[in-house]
């Protein structure tokens, strides 16, 4: 008989509980349709650090002790019944899904992670766990907003990506994707490129090039004070189908842009799916604004995003056809250095994900 692997995790053992507290960790076999994933690299998100920060303020349904986390990269060590894409050995990029479910086997900040089959790609040989890592709850974010019907209800991204033109010869519209030097900006550019329509993006001035690398045709300045007056030009005589927005004040500036906007060629969608981010649009008012709620539906084996997981990204990665964006940031190895990088972000980072080996 195998022996079990010996596990531990950097637990958030109570509300507001600092530092995170590294010990022993159950290790849970894989169920029906999961994988068991032995952790090689961890993405830190700011929902981590708001999570410990906040307490209870935020995400009040998470019961404590907990393990936190949503990105992994590593090697696939057990598989469920019915799991057909992996094996033990595979290199792999995962969500690690305990916000939607609150179950502490699919936590992040631990050795060995349960994750879900279908959320689930495969690591090409030409990329590393660390750069693996920066991608899957932008994956999972950025799809949500982009394609779910309950959102902007887009076309799925497909290799090669969907021509900007229906068969009519029409364009197919232009999207506003905000904050695209950040991981869930630049998935979110890379996506709706890759179905096919035309992305403009905010970002600051020294990341103009990398956000046009990714697919927009046009970047402005987000702290530019005529923001709205710029996107509005971008996308003037085009159909507009709406906006992803993240960061404080972005949701504001965009919705004056989708209110403003000529409908000369199509009726333009006033929504706004908000990852992040203060605003003070008005409830109920001529645009909408909803956030990206990560629930248990998004992340189970019906979802909409499993195309993306299964389909789009396995054959874009090994193409090169989607970058690993933005570049990782090693903090240091080890769950002990977890609490360090919370703080590196913390202090706040451009064009970076922070990751920390394991």
């Keep these: 008989m195998a022996q079990t692997p010996v596990n531990q995790a950097a637990w958030l053992k109570s509300s507001q509980a600092t530092p995170l507290e590294v010990g022993p960790a159950p290790y849970t076999p894989p169920a029906p349709g999961q994988l068991v994933i032995k952790n090689a690299a961890l993405g830190i998100n700011p929902i981590d650090v708001r999570k410990q920060t906040e307490g209870d303020g935020i995400l009040p349904h998470i019961r404590y002790p907990t ?11 057990a598989t469920g019944e019915g799991v057909t894409r992996f094996k ?4 792999v990029l995962a969500v690690a899904g305990l916000i939607p479910t609150n179950n502490t086997p699919e936590g992040a900040f631990q050795l060995y992670t349960v994750a879900r089959e279908w959320l689930t790609t495969p690591l090409p040989d030409h990329m590393s766990f660390e750069q693996g890592c920066v991608l899957p709850l932008a994956l999972l974010v950025a799809g949500t907003g982009l394609f779910l019907k309950d ?3 887009l076309d799925s991204p497909t290799v090669p990506a969907r021509p900007k033109t229906n068969d009519d010869g029409s364009a197919r519209g232009v999207v506003i994707v905000a904050g695209g030097a950040s991981a869930v900006g630049g998935t979110g550019v890379q996506l709706a490129a890759a179905a096919g329509y035309e992305v403009v993006s905010t970002s600051s001035p020294r990341n103009f090039d990398l956000v046009k690398g990714l697919g927009a045709t046009h970047v402005v300045d987000y702290r530019s004070p005529t923001v709205a007056d710029e996107l509005l030009d971008a996308v003037r005589g085009k159909q ?13 500036y965009l919705a004056d842009v ?7 060629a199509g009726p333009t969608k006033k929504f706004i799916a908000r990852a992040e981010g203060k605003h003070s649009v008005e409830e109920g008012g001529e645009v909408a604004v909803k956030f990206i709620l990560i629930s248990p539906q ?3 084996p019906e979802t909409p995003l499993r195309q993306i997981f299964e389909a789009y990204l ?13 570049v990782p940031d090693v903090v240091g190895k080890g769950l002990d250095r977890i609490q360090d990088a919370f703080e590196v972000l913390r202090k706040g980072v451009s064009a970076k994900k922070i990751v920390v080996q394991l």
């Design 151 to 153: 959102y902007l209800g």
């Design 298 to 300: 998004v992340i189970g």
């Design 67 to 77: 393990i936190f986390g949503e990105d992994i990269a590593g090697t696939v060590v």
């Design 258 to 264: 989708l209110r403003r906007h000529e409908e000369s």
């Design 240 to 252: 507009l189908l709406g906006a992803l927005s993240l960061g404080d004040g972005t949701a504001d």
């Design 314 to 326: 396995p054959r874009a990665l090994a193409e090169g056809r989607f970058e690993a964006r933005p």
């Design 88 to 91: 033990p050995g595979d290199r």
